[in-house]
Nanobody, 119 residues
C-alpha cells in the first residue's frame, strides 16, 4: 500500500517536496517512481529510482530530484523551479523488482496528490 502527501498550490518558481510511504513489502528490494497526470492528458513518467540509479523525464531534469529512505520506506520527489505546466496529480508507484525497466508498468499505484502551480 502506498500513501503520498505533500502536494499543494504554489507559485511558479516555488518548490515542493512530495513523499510516499510504502507498507506491506520489503521496501529496499523494490523500485519506486513518480508519475503525473495533467487535466485532459495521459499519465506520464516523471522519475524512477532503483538499484541501477535514477531516471528522469526530460521535462523535469535539473529541476526535480527523486530520493528514497529505505529505513523509513519512503520515496521523495523534490520539485524545484516549478512551472505552471507541472500542474498535475502526482502518483507514487512501485515496481516489484530491484530494477525498473523503462517503460514497463508499475505493480502498485498510490492514490495521487494534487500539485497546482500558478503563473
Amino acid at each position: 500500500q502506498l500513501q503520498a502527501s505533500g502536494g499543494g498550490l504554489v507559485q511558479a518558481g516555488d518548490s515542493l517536496r512530495l513523499s510516499c510511504t510504502a507498507s506491506g513489502r520489503p521496501f529496499r528490494n523494490y523500485s519506486m517512481g513518480w508519475f503525473r497526470q495533467a487535466p485532459g492528458k495521459e499519465r506520464e513518467f516523471v522519475a524512477t529510482i532503483d538499484w541501477s540509479g535514477k531516471k528522469y523525464a526530460d521535462s523535469v531534469k535539473g529541476r526535480f530530484t527523486i530520493s528514497r529512505d529505505n529505513a523509513e520506506s519512503t520515496v521523495y520527489l523534490q520539485m524545484n523551479s516549478l512551472k505552471p505546466e507541472d500542474t498535475a496529480v502526482y502518483y507514487c508507484a512501485q515496481k516489484g523488482s530491484p530494477v525498473w525497466a523503462f517503460g514497463s508498468p508499475p505493480n502498485s499505484w498510490g492514490p495521487g496528490t494534487q500539485v497546482t502551480v500558478s503563473s
